[in-house]
């Protein structure tokens, strides 16, 4: 199968690319191509075809739970927690399965085809986790999917958390999670992300940690999470995800904090419908915005990108799977809509996702890469936004796995 009269990122002109199998066997340019077309070219229009979109944090063991048996009445992420250890409880194998399920369809139908998913293992049967274990192979030919070992209630101030977490990646977690400001006290907060530091470096599984995940000023742990990677040597494999306390810090440390994060080399993942929701919840105004410095990550060269976190849950009552909804409302409340920004918006959540998932190979339109893409429906990143652009066809594997019709308007006056 090929892909004619495609438009590539960053390239002039029009190109075919050839798939074989599973892999992308030839790109060449539209021009050169002397061989008459085929009956199975899918024909992009001069539309932009990239690889697929990525959902680099979401919690897919809590989706589809909003009002279960609870509203979170005040939109806080605490009453979300609370809230959620509610629902909890009522979990089942098949339930959680069932909800997965559902909204990995949702992710698929908007283009994404790698999920790295947060799981809460504060739960002594582990029930959601040994779900999602399942869940993972059986989505195999729609996604990727990367499971974080994730301590809701923490890993020093909940029972047994240490074990918990040490069990969840003997049962095939890919990768470990944190979240040392909902620990008890700053001491643990800070001996959490050393204990997980230590089990990653041991297993070799990657690190996301919800890192500082508040308004509070005080909350300094990606200091310490940024250490632990740069001393170790980890930090491309290392997540910090959400940080939204950097929109509360103060020029002076952020300024210096920037230079040990820079030198640490960690990735960074904002959440941005989710945080503008949760935080500022205790201010009256001025009201803060509660994101983390996206646009100040990204021009000081570091890694950093967008994901949607909730679909319905306790913390979150809306979404849908468009991740590049979430694109434009991160560029909105980060002020990214200048001209450079929008000329390159999708890295956001394309190319800057697959660095923070660590996907290397695994990803993009390249010869020799799997054959994994989407067509568009627009010619460049800046309309792409601008139009709200949707994936029109997502192939995968060199099959097509999903096709969308745009909306059909007449105008009749
Ligand atoms: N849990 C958490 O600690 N923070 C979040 N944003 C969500 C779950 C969705
Ligand atoms: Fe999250």
Redesign the pocket.
């Known amino acids: 199968m090929n892909i004619i009269n495609a438009r590539l990122r960053g390239k002039a002109g029009l190109f075919r690319i050839e798939l074989n199998g599973d892999r992308i066997a030839a790109i060449q340019p539209q021009a050169d191509v002397a061989a008459p077309g085929h009956a199975d070219d899918l024909d992009a229009q001069q539309n932009l075809v990239i690889p697929p979109f990525i959902e680099p944090h ?2 897919l063991d ?1 989706t589809l739970t909003a009002g279960e048996p609870n509203w979170n009445m005040s939109g806080t ?1 605490f009453e ?2 609370e809230r ?1 250890a509610e629902r909890k409880e009522l979990n089942t194998h098949a339930d959680t399965k069932t909800r997965a399920t559902k909204t990995i369809g949702m992710l698929v139908d908007h283009g994404i085809q790698h999920v790295r998913t ?1 799981v ?1 293992v504060t739960d002594p049967k582990l029930t959601a986790l040994k779900a999602m274990v399942e869940v993972r192979e059986e989505v195999r030919h729609l996604i990727d999917l990367q499971i974080v070992a ?1 301590p ?1 209630e923490g890993i020093e101030s909940y029972a047994n958390g240490r074990a918990l977490m040490t069990e969840a990646v003997a049962m095939g977690a890919d990768v470990v999670g944190g ?1 040392p400001h ?1 620990e008890n006290t700053r001491d643990q907060g800070v001996s959490s992300v050393k204990f997980l530091m230590d089990l990653a470096e041991r297993t070799g599984c990657l690190v996301d940690v ?1 890192c500082d ?1 508040t308004d509070d000023p005080q909350s300094r742990f990606l200091e310490v999470l940024a250490e632990e990677a740069r001393v170790r040597g980890m930090g491309a494999r290392v997540t910090a ?2 940080t939204t306390a950097m929109g509360s810090y103060d020029n002076a440390y952020c300024s210096k904090l920037f230079r040990l994060l820079k030198m640490s080399g960690i990735n960074f993942v904002s ?1 941005p419908t ?2 503008i929701h ?1 935080q500022g919840r205790f201010d009256t105004y001025p009201k803060r915005r509660g994101l983390t410095r996206v646009a100040e990550i990204d021009r000081a060269g570091m890694n950093v990108c967008f994901g949607q ?2 679909i319905v ?4 009552p809306l979404g849908n799977g468009n991740i590049l909804r979430i694109l434009e409302a991160g560029l909105h409340i980060c002020h990214m809509l200048g001209y450079e920004d929008l000329q390159r918006s999708l890295d956001l959540i394309t190319d800057n996702s697959a660095r923070t998932l660590n996907l290397g190979e695994r990803y993009g339109i390249e010869v020799g890469r799997p054959a994994n893409l989407l067509v568009l429906s627009a010619p460049d990143d800046y309309e792409m936004v601008r139009s709200q652009g949707h994936a029109l066809l997502s192939v995968r594997n060199g099959k097509v796995l999903m096709r969308r019709t745009p909306a059909h308007i007449e105008r009749l006056g």
């Open positions: 979401i919690h809590a992420l979300g927690i959620w947060h809460d994730f809701q979240i909902f919800h995940e995800s959400h959440c989710e945080s949760l976190d909730s849950d306790p913390w979150y």
